[in-house]
Each structure stands twice: as structure tokens, then as C-alpha cells.
């Protein structure tokens, strides 16, 4: 019964775990709820560390039970024997179900934890200036299947595709590209981003690819030229645009659209 509970939460608290691409109120929103599902969840796993500890006692006493009848039966089976393990067994997996349960949980908690953070975050003006003059757009192809191979060549190899792991935002070749937050700038070339530059923040850095040149580099305000828009590297044969990924924390890439579209307006368009 305790289990079914379980299952039925896990259900309801996994179902939020949809990304929303929201405006400055409903990233507040998001927040309030998010912290109330953080709340729901923490209770659940309470509930589950004392129904784990039950069950945990419930092993010892069996373990203490199927210990003292095999040094009294001395190794024959008997009809209560096998009846103690079977209990054993089904006890182990209802042991083994409330574990999955909980390291999911913690998995979702985790989750919620991480939005609640990046929300506030975008909340606290993340990207102070666009990255990107106008004219200027993008959409959310952050994710997206890129098929090229890791010399940024067109590739049929679906075992060589990967996903985009930033947002592109297209404008006229010699559009200037600017630090979106103070910190530092420097050069980040490589064969398949082109010219490019990495600039260094409090919260992480951003990395501008395809650039036609650099600008400023070394320590920089927010605002400062850093490059000009072009299609170098494996953009040689697309229209010019900003390869533009946002790494909080220098850590893995992240989908930036929602703090892109705090700096430059949606979809970069109007602001
Ligand atoms: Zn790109």
C-alpha cells in the first residue's frame, strides 16, 4: 500500500518537470511552485527513509529467524524454512522498490533544485546586454540535432550527430557581438567554432563562435565589443550568426534562451 503511495507521487511530481520558456512573472511563479514541489518532495522522502527503516528491522528479524532454524534443522529444508525465505525474498524486493523510489526523488529534487537556481539567476538579470546587435534573431535551437562530424563536415552518420549545444542568433556580417556581464574575454579559435571568444563571469562563462574578427579581449564590461558576427569555421556555409552557449559555473552548456530573451527581447526582436 505504502508502495502504491509512493508510485503515485513519484507520478504527480515528476509530471511539472516540463521546461517552460517564461517571461519574468511566470519565472516567479515558477519559483513559488517549484520551491512548494521541492517542499512535497522532501516530505515523501521522509516518509519513505522511516518506511525503509521498517523494513530494514523487518530484515534483521527474519535474518535472525532463518539463522536459528537452520542451526536447528542443521541444513534440511523444511516446510517453514522455505516459507522464511520466500518472506525473505519478497521483503528484498519491496526493499529494493522504496531504494528506487527514493534515488529518484532525490534525483527530481535535485532537478527542481538546479531550475529554482537558474530561474534566479535570470531573475537577478543574468545577461545584462544582448550579446548581439541589431538586427538580430533566434529561436530555441538549443538541443537540437547538429549533423556534422567532430571536424564540423556534413555527415550522414547519425552515430557522429550531436546535439546543438547553443542558441544561434543570426544577423548581418559586422554586426558587433558584446559581453553580455563584466569579466574577462579571450580568444577560444578552434577548427569547427571558427574564431572565437570565451568571456569568464561571476556566474560562468559564454562562448561566442563563427566571429568574422575579434574586438576588446582581457577584462571587459558589460556591453564591450568582443568580435563582429561572421561564419567562420563549420558556419562557412550558413548565413552569418552567433554560435552563443551560456555555461553557468564553467560547467556543462545550458539551454540560454529563456536569459536571452530577458536581454535582447523575445526571439531577439524588439527591445
Ligand atoms: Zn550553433
Partial sequence: MAIAVICLSLIALLD???TSRPARADMRRQVRADL???HRVSKVLVRIRKLAEGL???ERALKAAIDWSQSSVRGVESDSMVRLWMRMASLRYRMWVVRRAAARLRKVRHELED???FLRIALTHLFRVCPVDEPRSYVDDFGVW???DEKGLPTKD????HHHQGIDIFSVPGTPVRAPFPGWARVATNPVGGLAVKVFGAQGFVYNAHLLTYGH???VEEGTI???IGNTGDARDTSAHDHFEWHPFNGPAVDAYPYLNEACGPRGLDR
Avoid at 158 to 161: G, L
Fill in 36 to 38: 512548494h514541489r521541492v
Fill in 115 to 117: 531550475r529554482i537556481h
Fill in 226 to 228: 568582443i568580435g563582429y
Fill in 217 to 219: 579581449l582581457g577584462h
Fill in 158 to 161: 547519425k552515430k557522429k550527430w
Fill in 56 to 58: 530494514r528491522t523487518e
Fill in 16 to 18: 511539472p518537470l516540463i
Fill in 146 to 148: 547538429v549533423r556534422r
